[in-house]
């Protein structure tokens, strides 16, 4: 058998702990665990270290549009437009499943598998696929600032942008600006803490060269997740 490096025993208890290390996968890490101290160690670290992060972090209450959606999807199935899964009820499944794990993902995925640091942000977030993988981390350090880390690019948009919004509980989408498909960037806009007031996701959509022509989400959603917030926050 190939001997693991550090690193990946830390990815792999790490996501043990998550939970998003499952089935068979699961199965083998602890038969593995069972006959390798180093790795039950690495363990036993994430769980002192993630667990008790779960406790901190807020549940997010539906919308009231999403029990509207409900009823209306019994009362008579619809076809919706590109626009329609804003208000679905399966887009805010999405949002809300994991918004634990997003909390404690991003202290996996930002600080290299290692241990944690004391400078805690504002809010995070971990934007990832319909899929459940991670796209964009991110996060507010301070206030009028958000730093987006690219976890896995995107290679080619072909003549289109992305546009980041920050979902309300209540209300329409807000535009937070284009953002790059390949790198890593910061956001600074006037009247940003205005604009994440009551936010409980980030999104990012698929658009036209420049950002939406109306103000408004016009394409696919390519990744989002749900906002956990800091003690500073």
């Known amino acids: 058998m190939k001997r693991l490096s550090p690193d990946i025993k830390h990815a792999l208890a790490a996501g043990y702990v998550l939970g998003t290390l499952r089935g068979r996968a699961r199965s083998r890490f602890d038969a593995m665990a069972a006959t390798d101290g180093e790795l039950a160690r690495f363990r036993e670290q994430w769980e002192a270290f993630l667990v008790p992060l779960a406790g901190r972090v807020a549940p997010v209450a539906p919308p009231s549009r999403?029990?509207?959606?409900?009823?209306?999807?019994?009362?008579?199935?619809?076809?919706?437009?590109?626009?329609?899964?804003?208000?679905?009820?399966?887009?805010?499944?999405?949002?809300?499943?994991?918004?634990?794990?997003?909390?404690?993902?991003?202290l996996v995925l930002s600080f290299g598998l290692r241990a944690p640091v004391s400078t805690?942000?504002?809010?995070?977030?971990?934007?990832?696929?319909?899929e459940q993988v991670p796209r964009i981390v991110v996060e507010q350090p301070r206030e009028g600032l958000l730093r987006l880390r690219m976890v896995k690019p995107w290679p080619s948009m072909q003549g289109r942008d992305l546009e980041l919004w920050v979902i309300p509980q209540e209300g329409k989408p807000r535009s937070l600006g284009v953002v790059p498909a390949d790198r890593d960037a910061e956001v600074?806009?006037?009247?940003?803490?205005?604009?994440?007031?009551?936010?409980?996701?980030?999104?990012?959509?698929?658009?036209?060269?420049?950002?939406?022509?109306?103000?408004q989400p016009t394409g696919k959603v390519l990744c989002s997740g749900a906002i956990a917030r800091g003690r500073r926050a």
């Open 120 to 130: 805690e942000p504002l809010l995070v977030a971990v934007l990832a696929t319909p």
């Open 66 to 106: 999403v029990w509207r959606a409900i009823e209306a999807r019994i009362a008579r199935p619809r076809e919706r437009g590109a626009t329609g899964i804003w208000s679905s009820l399966a887009f805010w499944r999405w949002i809300g499943a994991g918004l634990a794990a997003a909390a404690v993902a991003l």
């Open 188 to 215: 600074r806009l006037a009247g940003l803490e205005v604009k994440l007031q009551g936010g409980v996701a980030f999104a990012v959509s698929s658009e036209p060269a420049g950002g939406s022509p109306t103000g």
